[in-house]
Every structure is written in structure tokens, then in C-alpha cells.
Nanobody
Framework: QVQLVESGGGLVQAGGSLRLSCAASGSIFSINVMAWYRQAPGKERELVARIASDASTNYADSVKGRFAISRDNAKNAVYLQMTSLKPEDTAVYYC????????????????WGQGTQVTVSS
């Protein structure tokens, strides 16, 4: 019932910046957690950054100090500002959320975006 649509991916030179955006749509009561994951060829999908409803954040060690996650609750959106990009950041980046669909049903469900390619050239 929830669709996540990412945008902002593309090709950038090492040292450059990109800003990824993800907007959730559908019948949403609330979104507890929003996050960005990435998966490089031949590697497992890994958590890049996450932000909870209380604005607490977590980052992978490899991106600390370079990436910043933020959210706009009014827009059901999450953003990932990426700076000082490195070739090893090249991956498909996936938006993720945990959302409730009904105010009277406490169950929450996981949703994934389709992924957006980020390629960093050296």
C-alpha cells in the first residue's frame, strides 16, 4: 500500500556531491523509520543511514562525516545528502521505511523503493 520513489541518482566524479530524495505515497498513517541502503555488485545490501521518528540517526562507518540523512515528515520524504563521494560509494541505493497504514491497527510493515543508481567515477 506504500510506494517509495527515489530520485537524484546519477553519475558524478569523485569528490562531488549528490542529493538523493525519496517520497512515500499511499495510505499512510505514520512512518516510524526511514533509511537508505545500498548494494554494490557482488556485495550484500548494507545500511547506509537511517533516521527514526525522533530524528535519531545512524550511519555506516564508511559514510560518517560525508553523508547526512534527513526527513520531512509533512512530505513523507527522506533525503540523503552525499558529499566527498568516492568510487567505492558506487551502488544501487534503496529507500526503505517502516510504516503504519491504519490508526487503529498497530502493525507496521516494511517497504522498499525500486533503487536508484549512483556511480562515482575516479
Amino acid at each position: 500500500q506504500v510506494q517509495l520513489v527515489e530520485s537524484g541518482g546519477g553519475l558524478v566524479q569523485a569528490g562531488g556531491s549528490l542529493r538523493l530524495s525519496c517520497a512515500a505515497s499511499g495510505s499512510i498513517f505514520s512512518i516510524n523509520v526511514m533509511a537508505w541502503y545500498r548494494q554494490a555488485p557482488g556485495k550484500e545490501r548494507e545500511l547506509v543511514a537511517r533516521i527514526a521518528s525522533d530524528a535519531s540517526t545512524n550511519y555506516a562507518d564508511s559514510v560518517k562525516g560525508r553523508f547526512a540523512i534527513s526527513r520531512d515528515n509533512a512530505k513523507n520524504a527522506v533525503y540523503l545528502q552525499m558529499t566527498s563521494l568516492k568510487p567505492e560509494d558506487t551502488a544501487v541505493y534503496y529507500c526503505y521505511c517502516i510504516a503504519r497504514l491504519d490508526s487503529r491497527v498497530i502493525n507496521s510493515y516494511q517497504y522498499w523503493g525500486q533503487g536508484t543508481q549512483v556511480t562515482v567515477s575516479s
